[in-house]
């Protein structure tokens, strides 16, 4: 399954974007999938995460309230709406894929992953 994330850029501070991850292979409805984000010299850090059949969704403390992720099985795409951005959101987004087991928390649990998209927000 190939990943293909977008939706990417610029923003200031208490703007919103919207990050889509379409996947190539219709196995995706049979995936959970994750969006994990990565700023220079940390850590990959755990943004939220949705069931395969979207009937359950997970969010990390720093992003809870703010972003909300969903899943669209017919168009084999998720997405990550990310509201009152702040400066310390800015980061590379990554969207991954994994089976229906397994913690969702973990990168080490995802198989596949998409090639990030970078997300700017200035103060």
């Known amino acids: 399954v190939q990943l293909q994330a977008s939706g990417g850029g610029l923003v200031q501070a208490g703007d919103s974007l919207k990050l889509s991850c379409a996947a190539s292979s219709r196995a995706f409805a049979s995936y959970a999938m994750g969006w994990f984000r990565q700023a220079p010299g940390k850590e990959r850090e755990f943004v939220a995460a949705i069931s395969w059949s979207a009937g359950y969704a997970y969010y990390g403390d720093s992003v809870e309230g703010r972003f909300t992720i969903s899943k669209d099985n017919a168009k084999n795409t998720v997405y990550l709406q990310m509201n009152d951005l702040k400066p310390e959101d800015t980061a590379v987004y990554y969207c991954?894929?994994?089976?229906?087991?397994?913690?969702?928390?973990?990168?080490?649990?995802?198989?596949?992953w998409g090639q990030g998209t970078l997300v700017t927000v200035s103060s």
């Open positions: 991954a894929g994994k089976g229906p087991t397994g913690s969702y928390y973990f990168a080490r649990q995802y198989e596949y």
